[in-house]
């Protein structure tokens, strides 16, 4: 039996330092510090009965704390006192659990081969921002088959069955068919059914702070999507060289799709709604090349996005995207260095106006840049490491109406918090 345990820990203090009042007899400020502590555990195993069957699965805990603070601080005196009453503190709980478990048969010498198991997901949430106490629960079967009717040609027919505390969930199938034209050559075709229930957060929680201001919706209706794809592999490998390159059609459609949208051009204020009827389609292409202790990947797509709503008609409307990445792994010390790139073309966004209408804008292009090096030691058990996210510095979007997009009539949206530089430390026990 193999055991694993994975932990995450966060801890985070905003301070948001308030504008000073002055009188002919004191200067004060309020003062608001917001801490958030996340906490993250993991526990999966994988359990071989005998050759041919195996348990695995997962047991898995997020807890998500924040408070929040006000202090009335004297500028004269430079003293502060913590103000109390529910305009001035604040307590949010979140608690998730997922234990997942699955029995897997599987004989290579055999065409027919299953697995199976049960999935239960776990949510609670407590606070002054989500009226109290709000929780859910989904319990989910599922099963899944692959049948081989000849070497070149695996059927894998899928089946997931949920009970949800809030919503009634449907029946959820899926098909994957996977062709070996070549030794070299594959070809995959996909169907499947997808349903998401929203989350307590974007049902119920208010989170607002110096940088943030989303509210949740309690009317958002569940979304269900139909997705079909098709994709063509290629992976020669050439002496030393390893060569891997796929080419990704897809098609979706989706009702009652679940997104954020942003109140008006004049504030900062976003919340959940729905889009009755979004379909997105596409093509990617994707690259990657390894030889030796370099390796290098690219790839590029082109998205195309249409919604309809009561208030909502857009026609379909082309997006593209680029990314690419480099390493190189210097064996002799254990260092690697990698640099990440992308490029974001003009995406559509949804915006409420004074009505409650939906409005669809899009967002300007822009490139994201990182870099990082590492280095391991101690027989690969401990890795450090640092670099620099977002070098181009890229922290606000400007929003476009249709139509609008060669004059000054824009907006701006927030989307990173700058340039940052960081520290890894891990250690493989």
């Known amino acids: 039996m193999k055991v694993a345990y ?7 203090k905003i301070t948001d330092k308030g504008p000073v009042t002055i009188t002919p007899f004191s200067a004060y400020a309020y003062d608001n510090y917001f801490r958030t502590f996340r906490n993250n555990h993991s526990a999966s195993y994988d359990w071989f009965l005998s050759g041919k069957n195996k348990l695995n699965g997962h047991v898995a805990f997020s807890g998500y704390d924040r408070n929040k603070e006000t202090c009335l601080k004297d500028m004269v005196e430079l003293e502060e006192s913590e103000l ?3 305009d001035f503190s604040d307590e949010t709980k979140f608690y998730s659990r997922n234990i997942r478990n699955a029995f897997s048969h599987v004989d290579e010498n055999k065409n027919f081969n299953y697995q199976g198991g049960i999935d239960i997901n776990i949510e609670k949430g407590t606070g002054k921002r989500i009226n109290s106490t709000a929780s859910m629960q989904e319990y989910a079967a599922f099963a899944s088959a692959e049948y081989k009717p000849f070497s070149k040609l695996l059927i894998r027919p899928g089946l997931r069955y949920a009970l949800h505390s809030e919503f009634t969930i449907p029946l959820i199938p899926s098909l994957n068919l996977k062709y070996d034209i070549t030794n070299i050559q594959t070809v995959r075709l996909s169907y499947s059914r997808g349903f998401r229930t929203p989350g307590i957060k974007e049902l119920y929680l208010d989170f607002i702070d110096i940088n943030h201001n989303v509210q949740g919706n309690s009317n958002i209706n569940p979304e269900s999507s139909d997705n079909f794809q098709i994709v063509y592999s290629l992976l020669p490998e050439i002496k030393k060289v390893k060569l891997n390159s796929e080419v990704k059609l897809y098609y979706n459609k989706v009702k009652n799709l679940i997104t ?15 889009i009755g009827h979004f379909t997105s389609q596409g093509v990617e292409w994707s690259n990657t090349i390894e030889v030796r202790s370099f390796s290098a990947t690219a790839g590029v797509s082109y998205t195309g996005t249409s919604s309809f709503n009561e208030s909502l008609v857009n026609d379909l409307s082309w997006y593209p995207q680029a990314n690419g990445s480099v390493s190189y792994n210097y064996k002799p010390f254990g260092l690697t260095t990698s640099v990440y790139y992308k490029y974001n073309g003009k995406v559509p966004v949804y915006v409420l106006d004074s009505n409650g209408n939906s409005l669809k804008q899009t967002n300007e292009d822009y490139q994201l840049l990182d870099v990082t090096v590492s ?14 996210k977002n070098i181009f510095n890229v922290t606000d979007v400007r929003r476009f109406s249709a139509g609008e997009i060669h004059n000054g009539g824009s907006s701006s949206s927030s989307l990173l918090p700058g340039r940052l530089f960081f520290l890894k430390l891990s250690v493989n026990i």
């Open 84 to 86: 109390t009453g529910p």
């Open 375 to 388: 280095k391991k030691l101690w027989k690969e058990r401990v890795e450090i490491g640092g670099g620099l």
């Open 260 to 274: 954020l949208a942003n109140y008006n051009n004049t504030s900062n204020l976003y919340t959940y709604i729905n």
């Open 6 to 12: 994975q932990l995450g820990l966060f801890d985070e």
